[in-house]
């Protein structure tokens, strides 16, 4: 009896030489009685050389063969072994493919654990697993693991990455520097990151982002002596769209991570109930350019399995496992790899290196040419790809929403993170002057401290309130002392520069530290019978309250100033407004008329533009929703950074207000209302100051004793056609509707997105059908014919971009873009280029549509609109899927260079043989302070996330004794104390650029600055 034959597999190993490689088939066999040769026999499929199979054989044989058919091409093959026959089938595959296997492990200086204990000693921690992994150590301890190992094993390469625990480290060892600078100058250990930390960028200002980089890079370079050239971002929950440019402003050249464009944990690991398996799901591969608004960019890896992809092969029961386990990533990644060329990340959170990763560098060699696998750094990987690459796939794709429950959670952490920002800024500014000017030296150490620390808060596991109580406690006062630090140095410059203003008299001196004029609020205190006037003497409106002075300052020059005289008078109070004649409660000045309804909760039944005579709202606005969550989500099993509803929602408008109060003053009118929903009493304030175009709004949550409940606030205001948009660090994008009301058991994914100071419903670009209507334009995919052929788009790309348009660039044989399984957020339009002739894309959707948009571009249209089936409401729904080409709205393009001209003025041009689009070009929006969470749902009701309580792990958790915890004895995380909350509405003709609202919500973020003068010398 011959050896029989059970199954062939074809794989895409390589044995013999670089010159002469061999395609390894593998055979698996079962003894027999005799030896026996085998045969393959296919077209272009032969035997390398001839094989005998021992008749002890058992398993699995690797058989070489001389494959001639072209690369891609699948051949039937026929295997003899003695009497035995088997049909297979033998894909030709390319040699020439290596994976770099980089060492590498997350740190997070602070989470459920204290900053103390993640770097040195782990206090209070047991060996036995139950409070974490027994594989995990502390930051001193895996620097120096990675650092002896590589000193030990000459084939062992690794990467380190954080300022938080570089500096301890290194301050505290400081003669494992040369160690650490040898092992960099051979190429065998690599400093990325070239930031301080990890931070989530899109929960921060600009100026943060850009010292975050600044202090990475200066510590990596200029202390430690390395070259940091990547940025090392791998667990940060999102990513503001303009981060890759201020990378690429700094001199870093890639960057690599592993959240942002398909949920938390990628194509192939589980984000909800089923792990999708297949990166082919992605629309792009892992390598890419990943650009910024600015149109900067840097080359991308995106980890399709996660940064901890690899780590799993340490628990390999032998090393033949872990080679095999290896191979099953390498065969997962490549079909997304954009060159010959992988990257395997071998660690995860805390880890030391990994027991294998060495031995398959070695044992792989020895067994294979193709593919290599390769102990490695980040630059290793990306020089290759490079190498073999000049130009990627260009991607301005909005790397958000990712843990929707960040934007919210701790929101006091998000709310002194915009006041330590704004004071930092307010104080680097006047103390420039006032150093200039010889009043004082400027405060470099104060302010040096001020940026550190929000550097350090900046990070994903802080400003992100993903941490436990005790780190919250202890974070706080980071925030505390930038904050205090800041306003020190802020109002120390800003007494010296007041000091030298000549004055006439006792005045008030009310300084802008904004580019442009404007108007604002102010108070100072003065005594009962003074008030002030401007330098002409006319008395200037204001209200005396409790020894305060409070009056709209006008006209106050950019980066300026503007003095009031102290003048006696008896300003008056804010006064009760005459009693309305119905139940309901209206305030007006000359732009708005407001009316709040006391019999549902006092929220607003009317805001009324009375310059246009229109209506902003459809329903209830200024209505507060609370909503009931999960502890932690029912399928993921995580809850502070999740939003996790459970569909039940109560809104205030159910219930009667305590009081609805209507006052009124030189400056302007006022709503005060009080009541209760849930488990929290509030008070809200509706303010129309005389002379302004916003309405401003204040709620405070007086008293809260629930637990896991979010709570909201709403303004239904559909406008026609219109988007959601809103600012980031440093831009203006589109953002996707959200779906605010779901069950996330259901559901997962609310679409929540984190805005820097505002948001609304508005149109960044625009395509204008003359007749047909007009279309805004949020978020794009642009579908190339083929692969090859998308960096030709880079300029249709980033115009698109500049525009506030992003973009994924996918091509006509890949997946498309818009599935909520797989995709973070969702696509409003598809940009097709090139015609049917060329594009696969462009025929099927013409195919599919009227015969009229194919004759419009046989006309000379060079771009024609097909619209879609459905109206984006209707089709935009829980677990959406709209990778059907007729769910978007598609524009074909003919000439991308004539577009990318086109775009200068953000609106498009095109033909729309049949049917319309509706545009009504007008925008309302809220400006914000310090609550970056917001939804704006398909109805057009704006939503702004104002706090949450969340009893999910680590809520709760305080490891050194004694345990803390709020005066009820609740959890930090509950946040059971009284908050207040800003915001303020705008509305009118045009779209954002046409309101200034950048320039509005940095008004709305950074006070006027008074003080009170006595006579100063010139």
Request: one cysteine or more; aromatic letters at 8%.
């Amino acid at each position: 009896m011959s050896v029989r034959l059970l199954s062939a597999e074809s794989t895409d190993l390589f044995v013999g030489s670089r010159d002469e490689p061999r395609q390894v088939l593998r055979v698996t066999v079962a003894r027999g009685e005799r030896d026996e040769p085998l045969e393959v026999r296919g077209e272009g499929v032969r035997l390398a050389e001839p094989l005998t199979v021992p008749a002890a054989a058992e398993g699995v044989v690797e058989v070489p063969l001389a494959v001639s058919a072209p690369p891609g091409t699948t051949v039937p093959c026929l295997l003899t072994l003695g009497e035995e026959r088997l049909e297979t089938a033998v894909t030709a595959e390319e040699p020439g493919w290596t994976m770099f296997m980089v060492s590498h492990f997350h740190y997070d200086p602070v989470w459920w654990n204290t900053q103390a204990a993640y770097t040195s000693p782990w206090e209070l921690l047991s060996g036995d697993a139950t409070t974490r992994p027994l594989w995990e150590r502390n930051a001193f301890a895996l620097v120096e693991a990675h650092i002896d190992l590589a000193l030990r094993d000459p084939d062992y390469r690794f990467v380190l990455a954080e300022v938080d625990y570089l500096k301890p480290f290194f301050d505290t060892h400081p003669e494992r520097r040369a160690d650490l600078r040898a092992l960099m100058t051979e190429g065998r250990a690599e400093l990325v990151g070239g930031t301080y930390n990890e931070p989530n960028t899109n929960l921060t200002g600009a100026e943060t982002t850009i010292r975050n980089i600044v202090y990475g890079i200066g510590y990596q370079r200029d202390i430690l002596g390395g070259d940091p050239r990547t940025a090392w971002q791998l667990d940060a929950f999102g990513h503001d769209p303009q981060f890759p440019g201020y990378l690429a402003a700094a001199g870093l050249t890639g960057s690599a991570w592993a959240r942002g464009p398909f949920h938390q944990w990628g194509p192939i690991s589980k984000n909800f109930k089923q792990a999708k398996n297949d990166a082919a799901l992605m629309q792009f591969p892992s390598e890419f350019e990943w650009i910024s608004p600015s149109g900067q960019g840097v080359l991308t890896h995106y980890m399709p399995a996660h940064y901890s992809a690899g780590w799993w092969m340490d628990s390999s029961p032998s090393l033949e496992a872990a080679c095999e386990a290896v191979y099953d990533l390498y065969r997962s990644l490549k079909p997304v790899a954009a060159t010959k060329n992988v990257l395997l990340p071998v660690g995860t959170d805390y880890t030391p290196p990994n027991k294998w990763i060495t031995d398959v560098h070695r044992t792989w060699a020895s067994r294979y040419v193709w593919p290599r696998f390769v102990c490695a750094t980040p630059r290793d990987f990306l020089d290759a790809v490079r190498a073999e690459r000049v130009a990627f796939s260009p991607q301005t794709r909005d790397m958000n929403p990712v843990y929707t429950g960040k934007d919210v959670s701790y929101i006091d952490t998000k709310q002194a993170q915009r006041a330590a920002e704004v004071a930092a800024l307010d104080a680097e500014r006047l103390s420039a002057f006032a150093s200039v000017l010889g009043l004082g030296r400027y405060p470099h150490a104060a302010l040096d401290k001020v940026w550190r620390q929000l550097a350090y808060g900046a990070h994903h596991d802080a400003i992100t309130g993903s941490e436990s109580d005790q780190v919250y406690i202890d974070l706080l006062t980071g925030w505390r002392e930038a904050h205090d630090l800041a306003a020190t140095a802020r109002d120390n410059a800003l007494d010296a520069l007041t000091g030298q203003i000549a004055l006439d008299g006792r005045s008030v001196v009310v300084t802008n530290t904004l580019p442009f004029a404007r108007d604002g609020l102010v108070s100072v205190p003065l005594p009962a019978g003074r008030t002030v006037a401007d330098l002409s003497g006319a008395p200037v409106p204001a209200v005396a309250e409790d020894g305060t002075l409070t009056f709209v300052a006008r006209d106050v020059p950019s980066m300026g100033w503007r003095s009031y005289r102290v003048v006696p008078g008896s300003p008056e109070p804010w006064q009760p407004a005459p009693l309305s004649r119905t139940p309901l409660v209206t305030i007006a000045n000359d732009r708005w008329q407001v009316t709040a309804d006391p019999a549902r909760g006092g929220a607003l039944v009317s805001i009324h533009d009375r310059a246009a005579d229109r209506e902003v709202l459809t329903g209830l606005g200024n209505e507060l929703r609370l909503y009931d969550e999960y502890p932690q989500h029912p399928d993921m099993g995580e809850g502070p950074w999740h939003l996790i509803p459970s569909g039940r929602v109560v809104g205030s408008a159910e219930a009667r207000a305590l009081t609805v109060i209507a006052e009124t003053s030189p400056i302007g009118r006022r709503l005060t209302v009080t009541g209760g929903v849930g488990e929290i009493a509030y008070e809200q304030t509706v303010t129309l100051l005389t002379g302004s175009d916003r309405i401003d709004f204040t709620t405070r949550v007086l008293d809260h004793t629930g637990a896991d409940r979010l709570l909201r606030v709403r303004f239904p205001a559909r406008v026609e056609g219109a988007l959601p948009v809103s600012d980031v660090a440093g831009a203006v994008v589109g953002r996707g509707f959200a779906l605010p009301d779901v069950d996330t058991a259901e559901h997962p994914w609310t679409l929540d997105n984190p805005a820097n100071t505002w948001f609304g419903l508005s149109a960044t670009a625009r395509v204008d059908l003359g007749e047909a209507g007009a279309r805004a334009l949020g978020v794009a995919e642009v579908v190339v014919p083929a692969l090859d052929d998308a960096p030709q788009a880079r300029d249709l790309v980033v115009a698109l971009a500049r525009a506030g348009v992003t973009a994924t660039t996918s091509s006509a044989d890949g997946t498309r873009y818009g599935w909520l399984d797989v995709d973070s957020n969702l696509p409003d339009v598809r940009i097709v280029l090139g015609g049917p002739d060329t594009n696969p894309v462009a025929a099927e959707l013409l195919d599919r549509a009227d015969d009229a948009y194919l004759e419009a571009l046989k006309s000379g249209a060079a771009r024609v609109w097909v619209p879609a089936e459905r109206p984006l409401p209707e089709v935009w729904q829980p677990s959406a899927d709209l990778r059907d080409l007729r769910a978007l709205p598609a524009l074909i393009v003919t000439d991308p260079a004539d577009l990318v001209a086109d775009l200068s003025d953000a609106v498009i041009e095109a033909v729309c043989p049949l049917g319309e689009e509706v545009l009504e070009d007008r925008t309302v929006a809220l400006l914000t302070y310090g609550l970056p969470g917001f939804a704006v749902d398909p109805s057009g009701a704006l939503h702004l996330s104002l706090m949450r309580s969340c009893t999910g792990w680590p809520s709760g958790i305080w490891l050194d004794p004694p345990h803390r915890a709020a005066p009820d004895g609740s959890a930090f995380q509950l946040q059971h104390w009284t908050h207040e909350f800003s915001y303020s509405l705008v509305s009118g003709d045009g779209d954002w650029r046409t309101l200034r609202l950048p320039a509005t919500a940095q008004e709305h973020i950074t006070p006027l600055l008074p003080r009170l003068v006595e006579d100063a010398q010139p």
